[in-house]
């Protein structure tokens, strides 16, 4: 089945630096894959997604990549601010099922 | 208008007690889907939603069963439940499968 590698668990970096999370997936099949950003205590929010037909995303302080034929997509965060503080999720889903398989999260801490 | 709403916000059941976790969400989405939240462990799929009157097992059904009597509501309950079902649960919706997932704010479940 389709499994989802994410690398680092945790990242710290010092405010105004930039932060890359990245997720591996098995799946060749998998064409949606979404970041999400969880706060403490609360759901997960989606912050950005990308499709397999596009291979980079930008919104605003926040890109994601895409390589489909390495099968790994990244979170690329610049201009870091405390506020930025959360556990990142990745996740990557197949058309042909629609179910969401997520990677095991990496906790970012900015220190101000 | 409040997105996705779940009840409790947390509980504590002994082993072997029926407990249903329940999800309303009134943005008329199609799609609903049921995760657990563990430590380090990212969130897996319990069960999902295609539409109103469908449900289907993602990676971890087993102890769990969901019902889509319409469109708003989504039920997850655990019949027996066992000490390896204490986790945070998290009701999501998407307007269609493969789109953004909205997430709710969870229920932690104790099993003791």
């Known amino acids: 089945g389709e499994n989802v590698e994410q690398h680092p668990s945790t990242l710290s970096v010092q405010e105004g630096d930039s932060a890359v999370i990245k997720c591996t997936y098995s799946?060749?099949?998998?064409?949606?894959f979404p970041w999400y950003k969880q706060e403490l205590g609360k759901g997960p929010q989606l912050i950005i997604d990308?499709?397999?037909?596009?291979g980079e995303k930008k919104d605003q302080r926040i890109a994601v990549t895409l390589n489909k034929t390495a099968k790994h997509f990244s979170l690329h965060i610049t201009e870091t601010q405390p506020e930025d503080s959360a556990v990142y999720f990745c996740?990557?889903?197949?058309?042909?099922?629609?179910?969401?398989?997520f990677g095991s999260g990496t906790r970012l801490l900015v220190r101000p | 208008i409040a997105g996705i709403t779940q009840a409790p916000t947390s509980q504590i059941l002994a082993a072997g007690r029926r407990m249903t976790l329940r999800c309303t969400q009134d943005?008329?989405?199609?799609?609903m889907y049921w995760y657990r939240q563990d430590l380090g462990l990212g969130l897996r799929l319990i069960h999902y939603?295609?539409?109103?009157?469908?449900?289907g097992k993602g990676e971890v059904p087993d102890g769990y069963s969901v019902s889509r009597a319409n469109t708003d509501d989504f039920p997850l309950t655990l019949a027996s439940a066992v000490p390896s079902q204490t986790s945070v649960y998290f009701c999501?919706?998407?307007?269609?499968?493969?789109?953004?997932?909205?997430f709710g704010p969870g229920t932690r479940l104790t099993v003791t």
């Open positions: 996740a990557a889903s197949m058309k042909s099922s629609y179910k969401l398989i």
């Open positions: 999501a919706s998407s307007e269609t499968p493969n789109h953004e997932q909205y």
């Open positions: 799946d060749s099949a998998s064409n949606y």
């Open positions: 990308i499709r397999s037909n596009v």
């Open positions: 943005m008329r989405h199609n799609a």
């Open positions: 939603s295609n539409t109103a009157g469908t449900t």
